[in-house]
């Protein structure tokens, strides 16, 4: 395969060709007939009128008239169970938290105190003065 | 969304039936292979964005389903593909004519075969045959001429040895 071979077949296609490769390559003698053979080639093609057998067409009425099969509902049901099951999961955890607080620990008060702490007022520098105020 | 599907059905399904039928070599597979494309067509088409390309997508998908068709490789001879009903009545030379084409073709490299029946048979741009077998334009444009010389040669070989016959 030549540039100038590749150049003609483009041209016979309508594409956009470099004009100097094209000048180039209708010099050659050859030019003529393989523009000739191209068309020629076409024209065999597309002279045959291949259609599809009566068989296909109703196949395809009957397939239709029974609706179209389709996969589009399957992700659509899904996405809306699947919405109405976050919802439902998300009502009884609002449920389920708010039943807890209301009869949960903080509803019973702070625990007893198991050891008091007395703090005393004064200089710390010279150990613990003695409150005798708290003396019974 | 059927209606779309048959409006699509109605404009392309020709196009698509050729192009297949070219693939397969068989009209029962073009056929059921036509259909199939419509089918996935209809589970496609709600992310499809319609842009006027609506051949080139349907197409894609049927060279998608004949790359992935491994039925293909045990398919029968490709002598008998294409050989329409209408085409049976033709007489004489049109019938000789069609079975050197059909032989020519089928003896063709695949992809260069399919580049010529996506341009010739179906009228597409290279951009678009480009897009369909993910291929470049460059090398879509290779392979037409390739297909095309390939044509020329062995169109030329078999009118020689039908004139040797005759002769």
Known sequence: MTDDDLVL???ADGEAVDPEA???ALRSPE???????FAGLRQRLRSRAELPGDGFYRRWQERTSTGFPTRRRWPAAARAGIL???LVLAVLTGVWIGTARRSGPLEQGPPNPTYVFHVATGSHTQ????DESRQP | MAPALDGLFELHHVAVYRYLLRQTGLRADAEDLTQEVFLRALRAIDGYERRGRDRAWLLSIAHNLVVDGSRRAQRRPRIDAGIAPDSLACRGNAMLDALALEQAMERLPALER???VLREVIGLSYAEIAEITEATPDAVAARLYRA???MRRLLDRDDGGSS????
Do not use: K
């Open chain 2, 148 to 150: 095309r010389s390939g």
């Open chain 1, 9 to 11: 077949s483009m041209l």
């Open chain 1, 31 to 37: 030019a003529i007939t393989a523009l000739v053979a």
């Open chain 1, 22 to 24: 094209l000048a180039r």
């Open chain 2, 114 to 116: 399919e580049a010529l």
């Open chain 1, 127 to 130: 150990g613990i003065v003695p």
């Open chain 2, 164 to 167: 040797d016959r005759s002769a």
């Open chain 1, 84 to 86: 109405a099951a976050s």
